[in-house]
């Protein structure tokens, strides 16, 4: 069955966990894929590019969510027939629509972080038995 047979027979619905909606969340909540939508959004970069501009992103963990990310059709990898080889890595149409929603993300985190540490260090100084009734 196609994927828009069967889209027309089932309701995706993303609360439920047999949805394959919950595939794409899964994708687009991870850090490391706000960061790197957010690094390509203007422009087309290289691997190493990639892992200079995002911080405290491993190798390993930058190749798996660039494939991933591939694999989902959000970033498209293009290699280069030159020693050593050249990679470079773009948006795809469907990733440029995610771009708004992260940045807005990020904004939000930005905007905010202050308010969630405060509230962090009043939760955490909460006694240990008012957080144990929870």
């Known amino acids: 069955m196609s994927l828009e047979k069967e889209r027309v027979r089932m309701h995706w619905d993303i609360y439920n966990q047999n949805c394959p909606t919950r595939i794409v969340l899964d994708r687009i909540a991870d850090k490391w894929t706000v960061l790197i939508v957010g690094a390509l959004k203007d422009k087309t970069k290289r691997f190493g590019e990639l892992r200079r501009e995002i911080g405290g992103v491993s190798q390993k ?47 939000w985190s930005e905007k905010h972080i202050e308010d969630v540490l405060k509230a962090r260090i009043e939760y955490d100084a909460r006694p240990t038995s008012e957080a144990a009734q929870e």
């Open 61 to 107: 963990m930058l190749t798996q969510t660039l494939r991933g990310l591939e694999r989902d059709g959000i970033v498209v990898r293009k290699v280069y027939a030159t020693v050593p080889p050249k990679v470079e890595y773009t948006l795809t149409e469907l990733g440029r629509t995610l771009v708004g929603i992260l940045d807005a993300i990020g904004e």
